[in-house]
């Protein structure tokens, strides 16, 4: 139920984009994302339901082989993450400015990246210049938008009394230097308030990771007891067939 949910939520969000938009960032989208991880969570969870509910071995054993890949998946990025980190910034590193690239293209995307800005208290990859990549914050002379030399309004320092947001807080912002910049808005990039935050929160991340982990563990451990039952149960009833006591039965 909860991937059907998740297929129909990104389904919908696509529905509702511009085509020319929707084509644009197809490797960013928080709607491809929740389509492709629902249609996934919705073929392994019916081999598993199908597959005990019929007593049919062979959808239990894709059922069982499904969740075994998945969490070797998640074993090995987790021992590559941590064993090749400079590696997996930059990976990271390429996702945000790809992100930032495509920010006024995606009104998803844009509300993803504008609550990660806010959460974390940072703007931009590595700083806040890093706006600069995108078209409509360019700071090149020739660039016709309104919006030339700015961030989003999420980098913007924001007063505890302030009832009404200005969206235009960040106008020009880029033009300044670190210093100045600072007083208005968050200069530090999101990549170091990542890892930052990472490192504060490992024990939190490893519960997670251990709460996910478990129920696959146990899918998988029941999966393969129900397969060794039916299996039995399969003897049993051709051994019954070959040695029956009595040949008018």
């Not at 073929?43 to 199908?50: A, K, N, R, V, W």
Request: with cysteine.
């Amino acid at each position: 139920m909860i991937s059907m949910v998740m297929v129909a939520v990104g389904v919908y969000a696509r529905l509702l984009k511009h085509a020319e938009a929707a084509m644009a960032c197809l490797a960013v989208d928080p709607a491809i994302l929740l389509i492709v991880v629902g249609v996934l969570m919705f073929l392994i969870t019916f081999c598993g339901c199908i597959g005990s509910l019929r007593e049919n071995i062979c959808l239990l054993q894709t059922f069982s082989v499904c969740l075994t890949v998945v969490f070797l998946l998640q074993l090995a990025a987790g021992v590559l993450g941590f064993v090749f980190s400079d590696k997996a910034r930059g990976k990271v590193s390429e996702i945000i400015n790809g992100a930032i690239v495509h920010y006024r293209d995606d009104l998803d995307l844009q509300n993803l990246i504008d609550f990660g800005q806010k959460e974390f208290s940072c703007c931009g990859g590595v700083s806040y210049k890093d706006w600069s990549q995108n078209m409509y914050f360019n700071c090149t002379a020739d660039n016709p938008s309104r919006e030339r030399c700015s961030v989003p309004f999420s980098c913007c320092l924001q007063a505890a009394d302030e009832a009404v947001i200005n969206t235009m807080c960040g106008q020009g912002m880029q033009a300044m230097n670190y210093l100045e910049a600072s007083e208005f808005i968050y200069t530090n990039g999101c990549i170091d308030k990542l890892v930052n935050w990472i490192h504060s929160n490992l024990f939190l991340l490893g519960g997670i990771a251990l709460g996910l982990a478990i129920p696959q563990l146990v899918g998988i451990l029941l999966s393969q007891i129900l397969v060794n039952q039916i299996k039995d149960q399969i003897k049993l009833q051709l051994y019954n067939q070959q040695h029956r006591a009595d040949p008018w039965y």
